[in-house]
Protein backbone atom coordinates (compact mmCIF):
# COMPACT_ATOMS: atom_id res chain seq x y z
CA UNK A 1 0.00 0.00 0.00
CA UNK A 2 1.53 3.78 -0.81
CA UNK A 3 1.13 6.24 1.96
CA UNK A 4 0.23 8.25 -0.95
CA UNK A 5 -2.50 6.85 -1.91
CA UNK A 6 -4.58 4.37 1.23
CA UNK A 7 -6.84 2.09 1.01
CA UNK A 8 -9.35 2.75 3.75
CA UNK A 9 -12.34 5.34 3.58
CA UNK A 10 -13.01 8.50 4.78
CA UNK A 11 -13.36 9.42 8.53
CA UNK A 12 -11.93 6.46 9.43
CA UNK A 13 -9.44 6.89 11.99
CA UNK A 14 -9.30 8.85 15.09
CA UNK A 15 -5.30 9.50 15.39
CA UNK A 16 -3.34 8.89 12.54
CA UNK A 17 0.19 8.86 13.31
CA UNK A 18 3.40 9.29 11.31
CA UNK A 19 6.99 8.78 12.47
CA UNK A 20 10.04 9.92 10.26
CA UNK A 21 8.33 8.68 7.23
CA UNK A 22 7.67 12.20 5.13
CA UNK A 23 11.30 12.37 4.41
CA UNK A 24 11.19 9.02 2.60
CA UNK A 25 7.62 9.96 0.41
CA UNK A 26 7.72 10.51 -3.27
CA UNK A 27 4.79 13.26 -2.31
CA UNK A 28 5.04 13.79 0.94
CA UNK A 29 2.18 16.80 0.63
CA UNK A 30 -0.36 14.41 -0.85
CA UNK A 31 1.20 11.71 1.85
CA UNK A 32 -0.26 14.18 4.50
CA UNK A 33 -3.63 14.87 2.42
CA UNK A 34 -4.01 11.08 2.83
CA UNK A 35 -3.54 10.96 6.41
CA UNK A 36 -5.86 14.25 6.38
CA UNK A 37 -8.74 12.29 4.35
CA UNK A 38 -8.90 8.81 6.30
CA UNK A 39 -9.18 11.13 9.75
CA UNK A 40 -11.91 11.81 11.19
CA UNK A 41 -13.35 15.45 10.39
CA UNK A 42 -14.69 15.71 14.01
CA UNK A 43 -12.12 15.54 16.71
CA UNK A 44 -9.65 13.41 14.96
CA UNK A 45 -5.87 13.97 15.32
CA UNK A 46 -2.60 13.84 13.02
CA UNK A 47 0.07 13.22 15.05
CA UNK A 48 3.50 13.29 13.22
CA UNK A 49 7.24 12.97 14.60
CA UNK A 50 9.54 13.91 11.75
CA UNK A 51 12.74 15.15 10.86
CA UNK A 52 13.85 18.50 8.66
CA UNK A 53 15.52 21.92 8.00
CA UNK A 54 17.32 22.54 11.07
CA UNK A 55 16.01 26.38 12.82
CA UNK A 56 19.31 27.22 13.01
CA UNK A 57 20.27 28.39 9.41
CA UNK A 58 24.34 27.28 9.99
CA UNK A 59 23.32 23.93 10.53
CA UNK A 60 20.68 24.12 7.53
CA UNK A 61 23.41 24.63 5.73
CA UNK A 62 25.23 21.71 6.18
CA UNK A 63 22.18 19.29 6.11
CA UNK A 64 21.22 20.89 2.54
CA UNK A 65 25.37 20.39 1.34
CA UNK A 66 25.33 16.96 1.50
CA UNK A 67 21.22 16.29 1.27
CA UNK A 68 21.47 14.57 -2.34
CA UNK A 69 24.23 12.58 -1.36
CA UNK A 70 21.99 11.21 1.55
CA UNK A 71 19.24 10.57 -0.24
CA UNK A 72 20.65 8.77 -2.83
CA UNK A 73 22.55 6.39 -0.64
CA UNK A 74 19.56 6.15 2.38
CA UNK A 75 16.20 7.25 0.16
CA UNK A 76 16.22 9.28 3.04
CA UNK A 77 15.54 13.74 2.02
CA UNK A 78 16.51 15.08 5.85
CA UNK A 79 16.24 18.85 4.85
CA UNK A 80 12.73 19.05 3.97
CA UNK A 81 10.74 22.18 5.27
CA UNK A 82 8.23 20.01 7.23
CA UNK A 83 6.15 23.11 8.42
CA UNK A 84 6.11 24.23 4.59
CA UNK A 85 4.93 20.95 3.72
CA UNK A 86 2.08 20.62 6.55
CA UNK A 87 0.75 24.10 5.26
CA UNK A 88 0.61 22.93 1.43
CA UNK A 89 -1.27 19.69 2.84
CA UNK A 90 -4.11 22.19 4.35
CA UNK A 91 -3.82 20.46 8.06
CA UNK A 92 -4.81 22.47 10.83
CA UNK A 93 -1.81 22.62 13.49
CA UNK A 94 -2.73 22.58 17.18
CA UNK A 95 1.16 22.75 17.94
CA UNK A 96 4.67 22.17 16.99
CA UNK A 97 7.84 21.71 19.53
CA UNK A 98 11.44 21.08 18.16
CA UNK A 99 14.07 19.32 19.47
CA UNK A 100 18.06 18.33 18.32
CA UNK A 101 18.80 21.77 17.24
CA UNK A 102 15.22 22.19 15.45
CA UNK A 103 15.71 19.08 13.04
CA UNK A 104 12.97 16.89 14.97
CA UNK A 105 9.45 18.28 14.90
CA UNK A 106 6.74 16.76 17.09
CA UNK A 107 3.72 18.48 15.46
CA UNK A 108 -0.31 17.75 16.61
CA UNK A 109 -2.23 18.69 13.55
CA UNK A 110 -6.34 17.94 12.96
CA UNK A 111 -8.16 17.79 9.58
CA UNK A 112 -8.23 21.38 7.73
CA UNK A 113 -9.88 23.62 5.64
CA UNK A 114 -7.97 23.39 3.07
CA UNK A 115 -4.33 25.47 2.17
CA UNK A 116 -3.17 28.42 4.54
CA UNK A 117 -4.73 28.03 7.87
CA UNK A 118 -1.62 27.41 9.89
CA UNK A 119 -2.26 30.95 11.83
CA UNK A 120 -1.88 28.60 15.17
CA UNK A 121 1.95 27.69 14.29
CA UNK A 122 4.02 27.44 17.54
CA UNK A 123 7.27 27.18 15.87
CA UNK A 124 9.06 27.10 19.21
CA UNK A 125 12.84 27.07 17.33
CA UNK A 126 14.27 29.72 19.17
CA UNK A 127 13.19 27.61 22.21
CA UNK A 128 14.60 24.36 21.56
CA UNK A 129 14.37 22.00 24.84
CA UNK A 130 17.18 19.43 23.71
CA UNK A 131 19.42 21.35 21.83
Known amino acids: ?10 DHFDTVVDTFGLCSMDDSVQTLRE ?8 GGRILLLEHGQSSYT ?9 ADLHAQKWGCHWNRDI ?3 ID ?7 SVRRFHFGTTYYVVAKPGCGQ ?6 DD ?5 EDV
Open 83 to 85: LKL
Open 58 to 66: WLSGILDKF
Open 124 to 128: RSAED
Open 88 to 94: QAGLEVE
Open 35 to 42: MQRVCKKD
Open 116 to 121: DKNSKI
Open 1 to 10: MAAEKLVFPD
